[in-house]
């Protein structure tokens, strides 16, 4: 199945191809639109002419740095990000021999999905809830338990990234946020 996050054909093709980059474009995901965050990938891609984990791992850190704080940046605090997509990319590297999709596909059951997930820097708990939700709802990766992994997330509806598919399903989950912000807002 393909992703279609971003809006940018390539980006996206990455995303689809690349277990690695969906995994880099969720942890960007925070504080930073999240068609942006997932375009990241995409970004270093193309100005390192690789997303190979090991390279990404191996890099020189100011070198690295400074690629992906280049206009336009990987996220709105590219330096912090450019350190924790190096830490993610050295775990991918020696845990799981460069391939991110073992992180997943080897895990036993939600419950083990989850803490493999949160594991990884700049997966909290909510993070991991809705990345469990996107790779069920859109790669068909399923493990046993899930459901109870992704919480709300899980329900039909636009509540989070997992739900994109297109500009129209984007526009819900913007306006859907807006709403919870709202609220909580009106709470306080």
């Not at 054909?9 to 504080?31: I, R, Y």
């Not at 984007?170 to 807002?185: D, G, N, P, S, T």
């Amino acid at each position: 199945m393909a992703i279609h996050i971003t809006g940018d054909d390539a980006a996206d093709q990455l995303l689809t191809d690349s277990p690695f980059a969906l995994l880099v474009g969720m942890m960007l995901d925070q504080q930073y639109p999240m068609e942006h965050a997932f375009a990241g990938p995409h970004k270093v891609n193309g100005r390192l002419g690789s997303f190979d984990p090991a390279e990404i791992a191996s890099a020189d850190p100011e070198e690295f740095a400074a690629l992906c704080a280049t206009t336009p940046a990987i996220h709105r605090f590219p330096g912090s990000m450019s350190a924790r997509l190096q830490e993610l990319a050295r775990i991918v590297t020696d845990e799981y021999d460069g391939d991110a999709a073992r992180i997943w596909t080897e895990a036993a059951d939600g419950k083990d999905l989850a803490k493999r997930l949160q594991a990884l820097p700049g997966f909290g708990a909510q993070k991991v809830k809705i990345f469990v939700a996107l790779l069920a709802k859109q790669l068909g990766v399923v493990p046993a338990g899930w459901e109870k992994v992704a919480g709300d997330y899980a329900l039909e509806g636009y509540r989070s990234v997992a739900d994109v598919v297109d500009p129209e399903s984007l526009q819900k989950v913007r306006e859907y946020k807006k709403e919870k912000k709202a609220a909580a807002k009106a709470q306080a």
